[in-house]
């Protein structure tokens, strides 16, 4: 990617702080991704290229057409699950970021149907009413790898997903998607929160879930607020790389 405008270079360092944040916030670990859908050319996106996200650079970033193809002739090794953010982008044009990981809070939701994922505190209005939940045997069987490898599993995916924000997958993990890329870093750290919460609330007794005005209400009072959490995410993500690579351990 040559010759970029200052906000495109911009958008491109926000995407690697997502990267890093999402790492340093215990939502992805050495696997799990994010992606920016491309500003002015709606059918591409940007996603790192196969790796850590944690080790994530700008030179690491590299542009998607929305059937997974690398679009400038990058010959690097790329996601097995690009189909996740090429299909959600072509579903769902109100969507400018996705976030797929596998935040272990999450993932016990994803396979107990009888206790399903529902907003229990203020700061995860967004999550809706009951957070769908994608079964991959439906599509393709009861013998995969549970990874949506394909355009086929992408938009099955998708379908899934239909209008909400947050879908779950089955034993695999979830995938969030926002109108904002800070949005989306928000909502996947907040779906870890709310799992984490909830689990915690079950053991307690019967949860008090919220309404669907206090999920409305809250979701724009909140995420009206973005940029304070993301601020401090930043700072604390690139303050715990600065350390690491001062190690000498990189």
């Given at each position: 990617?040559?010759?970029?405008?200052?906000?495109m270079?911009?958008?491109?360092?926000?995407?690697?702080?997502?990267n890093?944040?999402?790492?340093?916030?215990?939502?992805?670990?050495?696997?799990g991704?994010?992606?920016?859908?491309?500003?002015?050319?709606?059918?591409?996106?940007?996603?790192?290229?196969?790796?850590a996200p944690?080790?994530?650079?700008?030179?690491?970033?590299?542009?998607?057409?929305?059937?997974?193809?690398v679009?400038?002739?990058?010959?690097?090794?790329?996601?097995?699950?690009r189909?996740?953010h090429?299909?959600?982008?072509?579903?769902?044009?109100?969507?400018?970021?996705?976030?797929?990981?596998?935040?272990?809070?999450?993932v016990?939701?994803?396979?107990?149907?009888?206790?399903?994922?529902?907003p229990?505190?203020?700061?995860?209005g967004?999550?809706?009413?009951?957070?769908p939940?994608?079964?991959?045997r439906?599509?393709?069987?009861?013998?995969?790898?549970l990874?949506?490898?394909?355009?086929?599993?992408?938009a099955?995916?998708?379908?899934?997903?239909?209008n909400?924000?947050?879908?779950?997958?089955?034993?695999?993990?979830?995938?969030?998607?926002a109108?904002?890329?800070?949005?989306?870093?928000y909502?996947?750290?907040?779906?870890?929160?709310?799992?984490?919460?909830?689990?915690?609330?079950?053991?307690?007794?019967?949860i008090?879930f919220?309404?669907?005005?206090?999920?409305?209400?809250?979701?724009?009072?909140i995420?009206?607020?973005?940029?304070?959490?993301?601020q401090?995410w930043?700072?604390?993500?690139?303050?715990?790389?600065?350390?690491?690579?001062d190690?000498?351990?990189?």
């Amino acid at each position: 990617m040559k010759n970029l405008s200052a906000t495109m270079l911009e958008l491109l360092d926000d995407l690697v702080d997502a990267n890093l944040i999402l790492f340093n916030e215990g939502v992805v670990d050495a696997f799990g991704h994010v992606s920016v859908r491309h500003p002015d050319k709606p059918d591409h996106y940007f996603l790192a290229r196969n790796m850590a996200p944690g080790l994530v650079t700008r030179d690491d970033i590299i542009e998607f057409d929305l059937d997974g193809n690398v679009v400038d002739g990058d010959t690097r090794k790329v996601y097995l699950e690009r189909y996740i953010h090429g299909e959600i982008f072509r579903a769902r044009p109100d969507v400018m970021a996705v976030v797929h990981s596998h935040s272990p809070s999450v993932v016990p939701f994803s396979a107990v149907r009888s206790n399903p994922l529902r907003p229990m505190c203020h700061m995860s209005g967004f999550i809706g009413r009951e957070t769908p939940v994608f079964e991959i045997r439906d599509v393709a069987g009861d013998a995969t790898d549970l990874l949506i490898t394909n355009p086929t599993l992408g938009a099955a995916l998708s379908t899934t997903l239909a209008n909400n924000t947050v879908v779950l997958m089955r034993g695999h993990g979830s995938t969030v998607v926002a109108p904002t890329l800070k949005q989306a870093v928000y909502r996947a750290i907040y779906v870890e929160v709310n799992a984490r919460l909830q689990a915690e609330a079950n053991r307690l007794g019967s949860i008090e879930f919220l309404s669907e005005g206090e999920m409305e209400t809250t979701q724009k009072t909140i995420e009206g607020q973005v940029e304070r959490p993301w601020q401090l995410w930043r700072m604390r993500a690139r303050h715990a790389q600065k350390q690491w690579l001062d190690s000498g351990l990189s």
